[in-house]
């Protein structure tokens, strides 16, 4: 399994990453609500009409 050294690094290399991409996200959050605006929504549009068009690409390919 995993020796006991092993496990201390993965913990202390979670809580690390967890913590610097909480510090991460904090100091860029300005810029977040600056230049992403609507991101989400524009992905999520975007996503649909992809699942739109493979939908649509593989029951017509199918005749």
């Known amino acids: 399994m995993f020796t006991k050294g092993q496990l201390i690094f993965a913990v202390f290399f979670v809580v690390s990453f967890v913590i610097l991409?909480?510090?991460?996200?904090?100091?860029?959050?300005?810029?977040h609500k600056?230049?992403?605006?609507?991101?989400a929504l524009k992905?999520?549009?975007?996503?649909?009409i992809a699942i739109f068009l493979f939908s649509a690409i593989r029951i017509y390919s199918k005749s």
């Open 21 to 31: 991409m909480i510090w991460s996200y904090r100091k860029d959050i300005i810029n």
């Open 34 to 39: 600056k230049y992403y605006k609507n991101t």
């Open 43 to 48: 992905v999520g549009f975007w996503m649909l």
